[in-house]
């Protein structure tokens, strides 16, 4: 008995640090970093909305997509930390920390550039459940397109 004991205890040690180190951490919040190049959208102020919902709300917004989303209903319905809503200028950087509910699957950024229609470069979509989730991203915002930093 005795020498079982501390094998167990080694046993549960072990488990138990190795499963926090084999999955991977969810984080509370994220910081996003924009940076905008120094003419962006036509010189025109740029509308970017951070959205943060559920699963079955984030393929609503999906769906909607950004060219439709300004002028959506649904962007009006949401409260609170569901959107966050933001504009940039040229030249311009603004550090942004949102908080990360449990039961969000993505963080979907949007941009209303005045002569985009399609959504590449409109849309950016974060999502918490993948293994490469970071507490921290740099989103390029340029002429005509926002991207994340490679």
Not at 16 to 35: E, K, Y
Not at 44 to 73: A, C, H, N, R, Y
Request: with cysteine.
């Amino acid at each position: 008995m005795k020498k079982t004991m501390p094998l167990l205890l080694f046993g549960f040690l072990f488990c138990f640090i190795g499963a926090s180190c084999s999955f991977p951490s969810q984080f509370s919040s994220i910081t996003l970093h924009f940076q905008s190049s120094d003419i962006i959208n036509e010189n025109v102020l740029l509308p970017v909305d951070i959205v943060i919902v559920d699963k079955s709300m984030s393929e609503t917004v999906l769906q909607i997509g950004p060219d439709d989303w300004f002028g959506d209903v649904l962007r009006d319905r949401l409260v609170g930390k569901e959107v966050t809503h933001l504009a940039f200028r040229g030249n311009s950087e603004r550090e942004v920390k949102i908080d990360i509910p449990d039961g969000v699957s993505k963080v979907i950024i949007y941009a209303d550039y005045e002569n985009k229609i399609d959504r590449i470069g409109q849309q950016i979509v974060i999502s918490p459940e993948t293994m490469n989730f970071s507490p921290s991203y740099t989103i390029h915002i340029q002429q005509n397109k926002m991207e994340l930093a490679k």
